[in-house]
């Protein structure tokens, strides 16, 4: 699986959009989904998203 952002945009709740900044989805989106987490890079910080849901991915 990998993590979607319009299909995260539209399928998150409001808690997890606000959580999730914009500037983030774009990074993430395309990035393979690994055992429910996506580990990524911003500004040379190590950061991860856990849980990552099905719905907020494609195949």
Known sequence: MKFN??????NADRICR???PKSHRQILD?????NGKIEYEVDGE???LYP????????
């Open 5 to 10: 952002a319009e299909k995260f945009t539209s």
């Open 18 to 20: 606000k959580a999730v």
């Open 30 to 34: 395309g990035k393979e989904v690994v």
């Open 46 to 48: 190590e950061l991860y």
């Open 52 to 59: 990552v849901l099905p719905e907020w991915c494609s195949c």
